[in-house]
């Protein structure tokens, strides 16, 4: 019976997804309404502590694969911005919901600077779930920054959280020495195990298809337990080693990405449905008109302000900042973490849960169903790119590639359109940036000198890892400062690329010079076939 409501749940699941894409209501929202509607018709179900392990596993889906799924390469420029509002950012909005919360709302002021915690994050799995079912693809790489600060907020949520409760219990220990091990032991931790995982998956050879996925999981609950036990912040760890290793390439990337794509969906569904399930909806009736006054703060007041204040420096435009505040959704973390409130020793006066399961439910239902309109109405969309690309698993994903080439003075293609292109093998023209602009490729549009061509075509990825050989010229090595013909290279080795620092990629030919530092791409092969030489060189 019971294999045959889960079963039911997802059947229903997948139904609120198809509603969610044509209606524009948030998925996750309605996976939530769902597991109300069961609990509702009688399906009682009051175990917090369950809905916390469970929480805490989908948590650790959700934030390792957040992380993986990060393109770093388009992070990085707004990284600085997105770091300040997952630290600062929490810690402002979190105080100054809390003051609202005891100031105008009458709760005592420890209570109130918890649930300021408690919902001071961003949450990941909400404003990603709406950034790719509605592509938005937001203008200044704001979809970037919006990613990499709902992904790496929540350690600092989860970090106040502790410190609030450890207050409220009366617990000895030094409040500084636990945001500092949470943090430092986090971020060091992450990047240990980061490291040391990522030396093993460009070693290990799994022949079975999908243990490169059980090596991963495994990966994934060995660094959070071993942060945890140490007093790090799991969550954090998670994260970093997330984007560390999603930003490899490594045999089995693709069985990873199709495994935890399919995983993380399933923990997403559960999770929002079994947080819906533990509510009562007595008990959500009569909290909610203190849950929509939070809310209406937090999304107009508190978050505004935040973004606003702390933004400041980095001069963002006006129509960027608005729709950055609208994006501070509040979501499943949150309401995981009130649950972890509710199942500890802390005596709190007011329906924690509750309280903040309804700003949970009225941010996702305001905050997600406005984005839409609101990056039209700010002009914040870029109709000429996709936000599908911010994402890694997108070309993991779809078996193509992309690369790109700078029209330098004189060559041969200034002038030519893209329709007279002669793209001998299977490449596409996927775009052309100009000036900083990027330009749909028609086959009317004229190439012009400094034009950076985007080129599209299927991926290959060297499985063995054996044919493709990479390194940089150290200095006083034998290579440096010399021509490609003057290296005699052996007749199953041919060097394919040559990246220079501070250059673009060179195409190498027997008159390219190599220098110190240059990093050099080479192919080796173990069977070689001879042709005849059609220079006169050689005998036919």
Known sequence: MHYLIIGIIFILALFAIRFSNKHGVPALLLFIVLGMAFGAIGFDFEDFEFADN???????????????GTSWKMAKPVAKEAIVLSSLGVVATALVTGLFSHYVL???????LLIGSIVGSTDYASVSNILRSKNLNLKYSTASLLELESGSNDPTAYTMTMVFLSVIIGSKVSIPILILSQVALGIVMGFVFAFVIGKLLKNLRIEADGLYA???????LITYDATSLVGGNGYLALYILGIYLGNMEFRGKRDIVFFFDGFT????????????LVSNLTKFVETFPIALAIMLFMTFIARPVTVYGLMLPFRLKRNQLNMISLAGIRGAAAIAFAIMAVNSEAIISVDVYHIVFGICVLSSLVQGSLMPPAARRWDMLDPND?????????QTKAEIGFLETRIHPNSSLIGSKVKDLNLTFDFIVAKIERNGKTIVPRGHITIEENDLIILGGEIHFDESGQDLIEFTIPSGNKWANKYIKDLELPSDR????VQR???????????????????VIMIR????????????????
């Open 54 to 68: 469970f929480a805490t596993v989908a948590l650790m889906v959700i934030m390792f694969y957040g992380g993986f």
């Open 106 to 112: 009458g709760f005592e002021l420890l209570e109130g």
């Open 214 to 220: 059980v090596f991963m999981a495994s990966a994934m």
């Open 265 to 276: 969906e399933i923990m997403q569904i559960g999770l929002f449905f079994i947080l819906g």
């Open 386 to 394: 996709t936000v599908l690309q911010t994402f890694n698993y997108y």
């Open 494 to 497: 041919l060097i394919i690329m």
């Open 501 to 519: 620092k501070g250059s673009d990629i060179i195409v190498p030919i027997g008159d390219t010079l190599l220098l110190e530092d240059d990093k």
């Open 525 to 540: 092969v173990e069977h070689v076939l001879e042709f005849p030489r059609i220079d006169g060189g050689g005998k036919a």
